[in-house]
């Protein structure tokens, strides 16, 4: 059922869907079509509301990626209510493990096994897909066939809600396409691996925006924390594709009747809910962008709570906090940590340069002029590297071009003296005036303390 989209109409919000419209003041049965987007021959839905419960929510109960998948479904049309801004999840794992899987069961709340979608479209089919799933779950399948130097823009764009601007033929402006959705994503690769492997760093924003969950659930048995007895990991994933291609589409119509009609109580569950879970899943002392984070988690568990208070899932209670609490537990261990990201980054990438180039890039002690590193590589890195001593000399435009790339390179300066890994000049300064031994030259650069290497990141 794509193409959702929301109408405040006065204090009633009517959605706007390829079926129907729900809402007060609806016909009930008036449905409209979407122009041949719809790619099912039926009006979206097969089977009823209590097979899908049995046949696809209840089975998921105890496993976390499952029912945080499905909560993230019915937690598409409450970001408006809730007033958080789009974005995604992104299960990244091995092959096998299950993440289509997954993605076929969230989609199965709104419709047929079509629903899912691929990252591989360009910038302006990725607009045009986004647009269609306004207010919507967006579920996208495989992204390693993502070209690599669209990954962040693709990212970007879906989290930011709004398209390009261009131009009519008279050469006045088309008001850009506009949309809100949560994504929820999958793939072998991370939304960082990918925009490393066109040259790129992944920015605290992109993390924020697509929040990468490792797909595993850690008990050996792929993206499930448990298996119904007598089935086998393969077979159960099997069954679970089998029922969500058997009984889909009713979910999401009946969790926005409930939604519509209970609208104000809905509204401040949400908020209220999301507020107090973001809290308790972040404590005092995390960086705002784990806080963002939990926030986006929180919404999720609550919104499945909703729809478990609706008598949709046939869940109990707690079952959707609880897959949120432990998804974002294993993202924050994946990330290593809820302090801010960049700084971590920052050290990171001056310990890898040292790492990759210390033998060949670091002449030995003493031999700035002549050593055979200077002969071999374009650039003197180090006038004399004991790597491991605090000499280890980087001249100011290896430091901006190559250490430091991608960052601002006074940043990572202003960071590495702040934690004594960068011994500065005797003013302050970030680049110091080193005398080279055996020639007497005199030259600015960056000095390394001797623990760069070993330093925490
Ligand atoms: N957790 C699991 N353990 C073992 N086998 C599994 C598991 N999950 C799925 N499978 C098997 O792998 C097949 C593919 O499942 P699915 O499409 O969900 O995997 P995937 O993780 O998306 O793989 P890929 O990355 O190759 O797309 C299933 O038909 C099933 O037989
Ligand atoms: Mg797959």
Request: hydrophobic share 35%.
């Amino acid at each position: 059922m794509p193409g959702v989209c929301r109408a405040l109409v006065g204090m009633v919000i009517r959605f706007v869907t390829p079926v129907g419209t729900i809402g007060r003041g609806c016909p009930a049965n008036r449905w409209y079509s979407d122009g041949g987007a719809r790619r099912s021959q039926d009006d979206g839905s097969r089977g009823n509301l209590d097979d899908w419960r049995a046949s696809v929510a209840q089975q998921c109960s105890g496993n976390s990626r499952l029912v945080l998948a499905l909560a993230s479904a019915f937690a598409a049309p409450c970001l408006h209510l809730a007033g958080q801004e789009g974005g995604g999840l992104h299960l990244r794992g091995p092959s096998s493990c299950g993440k289509s899987t997954v993605l076929a069961l969230a989609a199965s709340v709104y419709g047929p096994p079509e629903y899912r979608r691929e990252w591989r479209a360009s910038d302006n089919g990725l607009e045009g897909v986004a647009a269609l799933h306004c207010d919507a779950l967006l579920p996208l399948d495989e992204i390693g066939q993502l070209d690599p130097r669209h990954a962040a823009g693709a990212a970007y764009l879906l989290s930011n809600g709004q398209g390009k601007s261009r131009s009519r033929r008279d050469g006045s402006l088309r008001a850009p396409a506009t949309w809100r959705v949560l994504f929820v994503s999958c793939g072998e690769v991370g939304l960082g691996d990918l925009i490393a492997e066109a040259g790129g760093k992944l920015r605290a924003g992109m993390d924020v925006r697509l929040i990468d969950v490792p797909a595993e659930a850690g008990a050996g048995t792929g993206i499930f924390d448990r298996i119904p007895d007598g089935l086998t990991a393969g077979t159960f994933a099997d069954g679970l594709k089998v029922s969500a291609s058997r009984h889909y589409g009713t979910a999401f119509p009946a969790f926005l009747q409930c939604l519509v009609t209970d609208l104000e109580r809905a509204r401040r569950f949400l908020r209220e809910g999301t507020d107090k879970l973001t809290r308790e899943l972040c404590g005092n002392d995390s960086a705002g962008q784990v806080r963002r984070v939990a926030s986006r988690f929180a919404l999720i568990g609550c919104a499945g709570a909703l729809a478990t208070a609706y008598g949709i899932t046939g869940w109990d209670q707690g079952e959707a906090e609880r897959a949120t609490r432990r998804c974002f537990s294993d993202w924050l261990n994946a990330r290593g940590g809820n302090g801010e990201r960049e700084p971590r980054e920052m050290v990171k990438a001056v310990q890898l340069f040292i790492e990759l180039h210390s033998e060949g890039r670091f002449s030995p002690a003493g031999r700035a002029g002549d050593d055979r590193a200077q002969n071999t590589k374009p650039r003197r890195v180090s006038l004399r590297g004991r790597i491991g001593t605090d000499r280890t000399l980087v001249l100011p435009n290896v430091w901006r071009t190559e250490v430091c790339k991608g960052f601002d390179p006074s940043a990572v300066a202003r960071l590495l003296v702040e934690r004594g890994l960068l011994i500065p000049g005797s003013s302050g300064e970030f680049q110091r005036s080193e005398r080279v031994k055996g020639t007497g030259e005199k030259v600015r650069v960056y000095r390394l303390a001797a623990g760069i290497l070993d330093a925490e990141a």
